[in-house]
């Protein structure tokens, strides 16, 4: 399990997100809290390069300033409807947009992660099917002003007030909410941390 594998290790999460704090939590990491402080602005279009890429470059620009020995870890989230990234809205208008445009159809969420260990990085990516409810103008604004969706891609949130308006989830559920555990174990179990061969 993830807990036994980074038993003896010093884990650093190159992350702000209070939902990534959580979910380490609930799986017995006590880590360390390091964001990255990069620029996003990459020009790739395909949702799952783009989600590893930057899960790389922050791990690895967090991982230049702290001890090889230190496992980094970190993850790049987006939002993806009809061929177009729905990133964190910039403010309440295209939050509204955004929900609007969610409301009655099926997106997907690509969550991209890195885990940077003795200057080795690995990095792998997890995709969710999400179907919306249909949403009125009422209740896009009763949600706005709940302001969950303010620092959240696509403009909702899982683990919240959002979670009314989803009717089908096709995946994992860790993924949409911003860290995909199981695919997590699976990077540091097969790769980085493989079991030694006798």
């Known amino acids: 399990m993830i807990h036994n594998i980074l038993r003896d290790k010093q884990v650093v999460l190159a992350s702000n ?25 990459i020009d790739i279009k395909t ?35 009809d061929g177009e990234i729905l990133n964190k809205p910039a403010d309440i208008y295209q939050a509204a947009d955004y929900l609007s445009r969610l409301s009655a159809q099926i997106h997907y969420v690509y969550t991209g992660i890195a885990v940077c260990y003795r200057s080795e990085c690995h990095t792998d990516f997890e995709k969710t099917a999400v179907t919306f409810k249909e949403l ?4 896009i604004g009763d949600y706005i002003e ?9 403009a909702y ?18 993924n949409v909410m911003g860290f995909p555990v199981a695919n997590f174990y699976e990077l540091l179990a097969k790769k980085v941390f493989p079991p030694i061969k006798k």
């Open 47 to 81: 949702p799952r390069y783009l989600v590893m890429k930057l899960a790389e470059i922050k791990a690895r620009s967090v991982a230049s300033e702290v001890d090889p020995e230190c496992v980094v870890v970190a993850a790049d989230t987006i939002v993806y409807l």
């Open 136 to 139: 009125s103008a009422q209740e």
């Open 157 to 174: 949130g899982i683990q919240g007030y959002g979670s009314q308006f989803i009717t089908k989830i096709n995946g994992c559920y860790f």
């Open 146 to 154: 709940t302001r969950e969706p303010d620092d959240k891609a696509g």
């Open 17 to 41: 997100s209070p939902r990534r704090r959580e979910i380490f939590k609930q799986i017995g990491l006590n880590v360390l809290h390091k964001p990255a402080k990069i620029k996003e602005d």
